[in-house]
């Protein structure tokens, strides 16, 4: 049952701002009166707010009270799901969904935070891919939700954030967590290695992500620091160059002219395929093996190039397939990764925290760096202009992750790696 606690907050943590896209239209007509950058705001703004709440839970994450930040997060977001249900206005849903953000924001690095706190070796990495899995299977089953339920009561897509109840119900189970995981209370905050836990010789696997060696690390605050560093630059650049598909694929179908319907489909595909890597990894990272982030590096390339070069209904199919594939294997072992560039163990969820915060600034500062490149090269006319960019840009990171396999953000074998 604490098993069950810890994995329930990967049900919530996806959900603010994409589950009810598919209802922006229908509140459009509810609320004739409101702009476009009200409706923009409903789902922009969430997001927004999850990234300082993110630093800030995982700064919270080193006082002794991290079940009941879990417990009061769940409360506020369960709160806000019901409050949707009595919304009478645009603006009324626009705080609530700033509400939610906040509470989604608090317990988004709880929900990897508690797997590093309890788990280690091969286990953690296979938890961290059960994790990644439902997150992202919820926000599939979740938008379809909506879009059924959007053609009764506008109120009722709503509904959807009340799975925020499971996770509250089943907080009770939280309180057989270990202290001494959750706290590392014979952890000194010196920058000292204190990993003996999860570097036992007879835990990890073959294959397994494992505790880095100290040695010739640059160490302050507790952190590795050129290692938490190149994790945030790789997760910040993967989502950049994947979230193009939800972007900017609307684009590129209108301009070919095809079905409308055709652009669920590619994003449903992309989704799909980032969801199921999560319930497979350990077996990705038992026969890609040390190659892992490579491969993943080319099917991003491969799946973003069909959509620069090569766009036909089923050739989007694909590459939304490829990439989706490629994003969601790197995931959930940056998410382990994040776990092991500490050097004081009391830090782990305060280091994811601080990697998950690169997804979302990557997620809002997307557009913004399209628009600069467009710009720069005065390519406003140009078709699949974002997908051209991407693809170039992955090229250059395929290369890097070719060239620097050995370095921990790429290698599968931490206690070997070079930097």
Request: proline residues 4%; charged residues 10%.
């Amino acid at each position: 049952m604490t098993f069950c606690a810890i994995m329930s907050i990967s049900l919530v943590v996806n959900l603010p701002g994409l589950a009810i896209t598919p209802m922006l239209g229908t509140l459009h007509k509810v609320f004739p009166g409101t702009t476009q950058i009200e409706d923009q705001l409903l789902t922009v703004l969430p997001n927004l707010l999850i990234i300082p709440f993110v630093l800030l839970s995982g700064k919270l994450s080193l006082a002794r009270h991290k079940i009941r930040i879990v417990v009061a997060a769940l409360i506020l977001f369960c709160a806000s799901a019901i409050a949707y249900l009595f919304a009478k206005s645009m603006g009324q849903l626009i705080i609530i969904s700033c509400l939610i953000g906040c509470g989604a924001g608090l317990l988004i690095p709880f929900s990897t935070g508690l797997i590093a706190d309890t788990f280690c070796g091969s286990y953690r990495l296979k938890e961290m891919g059960i994790q990644s899995g439902i997150s992202n299977t919820t926000v599939m089953v979740a938008t379809f939700a909506v879009g059924w339920l959007c053609h009764g009561n506008w109120h009722l897509p709503f509904a959807v954030y009340l799975v925020g109840i499971i996770p509250l119900v089943l907080s009770f189970w939280l309180k057989n967590v270990p202290k001494q995981d959750l706290y590392q209370t014979n952890a000194p905050d010196d920058g000292c290695d204190t990993s003996e836990k999860c570097s036992s010789p007879d835990v990890p696997e073959k294959g397994a992500v494992t505790k880095p060696s100290a040695a010739n690390q640059s160490i302050k605050d507790g952190f590795y620091i050129g290692r938490i560093i190149a994790l945030i630059g790789v997760y910040f650049f993967i989502t950049f160059a994947t979230i193009s598909i939800s972007y900017y694929c609307p684009f590129l179908i209108e301009k070919k002219g095809w079905s409308d319907s055709l652009t669920g489909t590619i994003t449903a595909i992309y989704f799909l395929f980032i969801f199921l890597p999560g319930y497979t990894l350990t077996w990705f990272v038992k026969y890609l093996k040390r190659n892992c982030f490579l491969y993943s590096a080319l099917f991003m390339t491969i799946g973003i190039g069909l959509f620069a070069f090569l766009p036909a209904s089923w050739t989007l199919c694909v590459g939304a397939a490829l990439a989706g594939l490629g994003y969601g294997i790197c995931q959930p072992i940056l998410y382990d990764k994040a776990s092991l560039a500490v050097a004081s163990e009391n830090k782990a969820t305060l280091s994811l925290a601080l990697v998950l915060s690169a997804n979302y600034l990557a997620i809002v500062l997307a557009p913004f760096i399209i628009d600069f490149f467009r710009v720069l090269f005065n390519a406003g006319k140009v078709t699949g202009f974002a997908f051209i960019v991407c693809f170039v840009l992955l090229v250059a990171f395929t290369v890097l992750t070719w060239i620097k396999r050995d370095n921990f953000a790429f290698s599968m074998d931490n206690e070997n790696s070079s930097k």
